[in-house]
Structures are given as structure tokens and as C-alpha cells.
């Protein structure tokens, strides 16, 4: 595609560490004063789909205004990606240095300053698949709650493991999260007791967005799955580690879980991410044909996680990779419709915790300050096992090559105490 060529430039100035080139064309949803409207994003610049639309630059592809001044993006993904690429591509072109649309001189039109622009939920989510894909993240936890030299379940090396969370809770990047109350075990034995959680924790995640549907009762097979992938975004899907633990035998997660889910407003199509495509660990035992694939379907994503405590400076915690997960998100996908499951637009599938080998890039605090054993010193002289109140927990992304630099941009919110 023209749009990931790596030698184009743009008459937009932004710097060479942005997250948004001219390469990468997200899309997302912007709040403006008269409504929602599909928007894109260039260095520091949200760029007003509707203006370009009123403005005659999209006239030649097949788009309705109504599609593009919408609180959501399902009505926009749901033309198909010949058509949303038609658009990521004609948005380069108009933005390209050469300017052959001559659209430099609206560029007041179009363009607003991203400061000045709050960004909404990308798209309405029907449902919401949590998998548990990373192999360093789910032995991890085997070796912390039994047996270490038993630490993955029999099926865990046959199946991507997911299960069926809560989508009315997912929100925005920037949006507070108010710490979930619920009943825990204090002690082995011991009666349950209720209360505001104390092993508040993130897990970092990425989501992806199914862009096209499967009628109930077909499956998707594995070489088109990639067909009904739109797009990908950060994923923070918060948990509440004592609650778990005293509620998720027999069923899983629930209360745990359901409380809060933190999106990034910015959905990173699969194509911009093309040429970050890497292979992805050997799969040993063999998986059954359904599950098998071709090529690389794993992405050279690189991912980190900050804390920062009220009053106090942001420190690093985490930096892991994508490239890291065992199930890929085509598996995931086949897997998740091999009953005849049926996917719709918009509905949000995320990773599970992406963990890497070293405890630098393990992908929660479960993990890093190893179920609260080894706590980690912050620069305000405190230190963390768990997420306080008042700390802001920021997930960050980004894919480089070839002088490219693809990010997906914020993830973030702050832990408000117990109502």
C-alpha cells in the first residue's frame, strides 16, 4: 500500500517520534460541539473526516456522510476494507508533501489540535473475548497458585483459553476507574469477609476489533481470519487479584473482572501494521488442523507500562512485546467461531496479559512483584506490589522499521478510592 511506503513524507510538520506518521492513518471517534464524527491522526493534528467529506475529497469512494458523523466506527468498518483502506489511503494522499489535492489550504478546515479534542470509545462492543495467550504469563501464574513443574493446564498447549468478559465496562483511555469492592479470603480456611479491594492490578494487553461478521452457525477458517480483523488498539483489562482468587473456582473470573476495562481511542488498522510481521513461537505439540496456519502472523509491537503515584513521577514498570504470544490473533479468531460462534463489527477480542521471559517484561504486578514477595521501589520512596489509589497506570505501544515508527498512542487512567 502507498500509505506504508517509507520514504513518504507529509506537509505537516511532527516529530520523528510520533506516534501517528503519515504511515499510520488510525481511525477513532472525536467529540466535537455539535456531535461524534470519524476522525484520523497525523503527528499532533486529529483529522475531521466529515470536513473532508463536505470538502469533496472522498468523492470518488463509496461513503455516506452518516457513516463518518457517528458516535462509533461500526457503521464506518462495516463497509468493508476495500473501502476503510480506500480511505486510509486517500487521507495519505491528502496529506502527502506533493499535495496533489491541493488540500494544504484548508487545512484550518480539517485539522484540530489533539490537546483540544476529546476522544471517545471507538466503537459501540457487543462483546468482549478475554484470551490467556501468553505462555510466560500463564506459567507464571501456574508456578505461583501450584504445582511449578505442572504449571500449564493439560489443554493449555492445544487451545487459545479465553473466556467471555464484560463489555459495558470498557472504557476509554483518560477515564478514571473506581477500585472494586467484593468478597476475599483473607486466609486459607478463613470466612470470606467484604471490602474495597487490595491486590488492585493491571494486565497489559492488546485488543483487536473484529471488522466483519460470520453468520451464526459458520465458522471463520484460520487463512481468512485476517479478513475480519480490523484493526488493533492497547488493552488494559484491570483485575482484582484477591477477589479472584476467592471467586474464580469453579467458573473463573467474575466480580474480578468486570468492573473496568481501559481502551485506547485509536484503532491501528492491520495494514498499517503490515510490515511489522514477525514469526511467532514454535507451537509444540502440533496443533490440530483448524488451529494450523501459514506465515507470520505474530507483530513486532513493543509495550511498556508506567506508574505514576499521585503527587509523584512517572517510573516504568514494564516493557514486554507482542511478538511474544504464543496463540496468534488469527488462531484466536478460528478458534473463538469453530462452534459456529458468531462475530459481529466492533465486537473486541484482547490478548490476555502479555508477559516476556525476563521479569522486566512480565505484563502485571502479579507477576512483576511476584504475588507481592519482591514489591518495587518508586522514585517518591514508596513502593508497589499492587496499584494504589491515586496512581495513574499508563500502557504505551509502539511497532518501528525502516526509520518507521507505527504507536498506538494513550492508554491510560487513574484508580479513584472505593465508593
Not at 504507536?407 to 487512567?413: L, M, P, Q, W
Amino acid at each position: 500500500m502507498n500509505a506504508n511506503d517509507p520514504n513518504r513524507k507529509s506537509w505537516i510538520e511532527y516529530n520523528s517520534n510520533t506516534d501517528f506518521p503519515i504511515q499510520n492513518i488510525p481511525f477513532g471517534i472525536g467529540k466535537f460541539e455539535d456531535g461524534y464524527r470519524v476522525c484520523s491522526r497525523i503527528g499532533d493534528d486529529v483529522i475531521d473526516l466529515v470536513a473532508l467529506y463536505e470538502l469533496g475529497l472522498f468523492s470518488n469512494i463509496s461513503i455516506q456522510k452518516s457513516q463518518l458523523q457517528n458516535q462509533y466506527l461500526n457503521d464506518f468498518i462495516s463497509l468493508g476494507k476495500p473501502i476503510t483502506n480506500s480511505v486510509r489511503e486517500r487521507i495519505a494522499d491528502i496529506l502527502d508533501v506533493n499535495d496533489k489535492l491541493d488540500a494544504k489550504k484548508f487545512r484550518e478546515l480539517f485539522l484540530i489540535n489533539a490537546e483540544t479534542l476529546e476522544m471517545s470509545l471507538p466503537v459501540k462492543i457487543g462483546d468482549y473475548t478475554d484470551f490467556y495467550s501468553s505462555r510466560e504469563h500463564a506459567t507464571n501464574v501456574g508456578c505461583m497458585f501450584r504445582d511449578p513443574k505442572n504449571a500449564l493446564l493439560p489443554n493449555w498447549l492445544h487451545i487459545p483459553v479465553g473466556y467471555h468478559g464484560r463489555s459495558s465496562s470498557i472504557i476509554v483511555s483518560g477515564k478514571d476507574v473506581i477500585r472494586p469492592k467484593g468478597q476475599q479470603q483473607l486466609s486459607e480456611g478463613s470466612m470470606p469477609v467484604f471490602g474495597p479491594c487490595k491486590q488492585l492490578d493491571f494486565e497489559l494487553e492488546m485488543a483487536f476489533i473484529v471488522g466483519k461478521q460470520n453468520v451464526l452457525g459458520t465458522n471463520i477458517p484460520i487463512e481468512n481470519a485476517e479478513e475480519h480483523i480490523f484493526g488493533l488498539s492497547l488493552f488494559n483489562d484491570w483485575s482484582a487479584r484477591d477477589i479472584q482468587k476467592w471467586e474464580y473456582v469453579p467458573l473463573g473470573p467474575f466480580l474480578s473482572k468486570n468492573f473496568a476495562s481501559t481502551i485506547s481511542p485509536w484503532i491501528i488498522t492491520l495494514e498499517a501494521l503490515d510490515s511489522f510481521r514477525v514469526f511467532g513461537p514454535n507451537q509444540d505439540p502440533e496443533v490440530l488442523p483448524y488451529l494450523k496456519y501459514q506465515g507470520a502472523k505474530n507483530f513486532d509491537i513493543n509495550l511498556e507500562v508506567s506508574i505514576k503515584p499521585e503527587n509523584s513521577t512517572e517510573q516504568v514498570v514494564s516493557k514486554s512485546n507482542f511478538k511474544y504470544m504464543y496463540w496468534n490473533m488469527a488462531q484466536q479468531l478460528a478458534h473463538h467461531t469453530i462452534n459456529g460462534c458468531n462475530m459481529n463489527v466492533g465486537d473486541v477480542c484482547a490478548s490476555g496479559t502479555i508477559s516476556g521471559p525476563t521479569p522486566d517484561s512480565y505484563g502485571s504486578m502479579l507477576e512483576i512483584a511476584w504475588k507481592g514477595t519482591k514489591p518495587i521501589a518508586m522514585k517518591d520512596g514508596t513502593t508497589r506490589s499492587f496499584i494504589h489509589d491515586g496512581d495513574t497506570v499508563s500502557l504505551s505501544g509502539f511497532a518501528e522499521k525502516n526509520g518507521v515508527r507505527i504507536g498506538f498512542g494513550d492508554c491510560k487512567a487513574k484508580i479513584l478510592p472505593a465508593n
